[in-house]
């Protein structure tokens, strides 16, 4: 399974939904679908769902998502007891678990998940419930369209493969505005709730 | 009657503590709680820490300012990262130590302009006496200095509820993480054994 094609899927019934993408390739499918203002890219590892579930504590009324690697998440993992112990209904948490350090220098250094780390284990062990891991594209599709209809906190952990690293590195296409970024999301969503009240 | 009993300064006796614990002074509790509430804090996050325990408790209790625990600092600090940006004003309360894990969740948030309040206990010279302190007075201040994160140490317990005020207000002025530290004697009764 390809990362790139999971992400398009969860880009598709995101709805603007705020969003965290860890650091690495992932973010280019997401800003390539829509660059949508609630989105912080890049988010320096380990803080991609500790901030996601502040976000989701403090704005409970809308879906909030995280972007993992696995790499990232087994950063902090301590974040999954504390996901756990608040159940936040609204947390989306997708892993994507592809064994290795791909982004980053050769892409050849493995994770742990490569010698058996078992990340919906921990979650599990944490005392998640809604938990899955995927290994083809329908079986993500299903389990990714329920966790956006039913109550959360939800741990997707997708097995992915090495496929999506490009063979070269071309230009950098994110949108660069990590000095904004606060800025731009904390207007759209303030602008958000004032006009729901 | 203990020694501890005969004080007449209002206290706190921190539930579980035992005969190693701390009592803290309910005033200057309630002071953390009123510049709370001033200054417009609805999100707290904390990971629980000896000197700051009476003010965690007391907004659990008051149960109008939403209370999370975290399970390292640095999570705490994202978390209340996370609730700024989606239009809350958050605190993150911690031992100093806390912020020697939190560089570079810090770093981020000052690049990226998404501040919180940080309440820290412990400072780097009053009031410490155990050398299992020492890493804790050590890396609180050096990490906010070297990030350029405006601080200010607590001394007169009268100052907490305007310091708080003023903080967040730079921190909502200048986007950028304000941290107060707490010595000792500011929130726990002078003299006892610690």
Redesign the interface.
């Known amino acids: 399974m390809n990362r790139t094609e999971v992400l398009r899927h969860i880009a598709s019934l995101r709805n603007g939904a ?1 969003m ?1 993408i860890s650091p690495g390739l992932a973010n280019y499918p997401i800003a390539e679908a829509k660059d949508e203002p609630l989105t ?1 890219y890049n ?2 590892m ?2 991609t769902t ?10 409970p009324e ?1 879906k909030v998502i995280s972007i993992e690697g696995d790499g990232s998440l087994l950063a ?1 993992p ?2 999954l ?2 996901v756990a ?2 159940r936040p209904k609204n947390l989306l948490m997708f892993v994507f678990d592809n064994g290795a350090y791909l982004t980053t220098g050769s892409g050849k250094a493995p994770t742990t998940t490569a010698f058996g780390t078992d990340i919906e284990q921990l979650g599990r062990a944490a005392g998640l419930q809604n938990t899955r891991t995927v290994h083809d594209l329908d079986a993500a599709k299903d389990v990714i369209s329920a966790a956006f209809t039913q109550i959360g906190p939800w741990l997707i952990v997708a097995k992915v493969d090495k496929q999506d690293r490009p063979a070269e590195r071309g230009p950098h296409t994110l949108p660069m505005y ?6 731009i ?2 207007r759209a ?2 602008k958000e ?1 004032a006009a729901k009240k | 009657m203990s020694k501890q009993q005969k004080v007449k300064t209002p206290l706190r006796n921190v539930a579980g503590t035992g005969k190693a614990g701390v009592r803290h002074r309910q005033e200057a509790l309630e002071s953390f709680y009123d510049g709370f509430k001033v200054a417009g804090i609805d ?1 707290a ?1 904390f990971l629980p820490d000896s000197m700051l325990d009476g003010v965690e408790q007391l907004i659990i209790e008051r149960g109008d300012i ?1 209370a ?5 600092e ?3 600090i ?11 004003r ?1 605190v993150a309360l911690m031992e100093g130590s806390g912020i020697g894990m939190s560089a ?2 810090l770093a ?2 000052i ?4 501040p919180t309040m940080l309440i820290i206990g412990h400072n780097s010279t009053l009031g410490e006496r155990y050398d299992y302190h020492g890493a804790t007075r050590l890396v609180a201040e050096p990490v906010l200095r070297a990030l350029d994160i405006p601080y200010h140490v607590l001394f007169d317990p009268g100052d907490i509820r305007k310091v708080i005020v003023e903080a967040q207000a730079t921190i909502e002025g200048q ?1 950028l993480p304000f941290g107060i530290l707490v010595p000792s004697h500011v929130i726990r009764e002078i003299g006892e054994s610690r």
């Open positions: 705020p965290i912080i988010m320096d380990p803080y500790p901030m996601a579930l502040g976000m989701a504590l403090g704005w809308r902090g301590g974040v007891s504390t112990r608040y990590v000095y904004e970024a606060g800025l999301f904390h969503a303030l709730k | 999100f996050v939403e999370y625990q975290c399970s390292r640095d999570e705490g994202a978390m209340a990262m996370g609730a700024f940006l989606v239009g809350k958050p570079l969740i981020r948030g690049v990226q302009k998404t986007r």
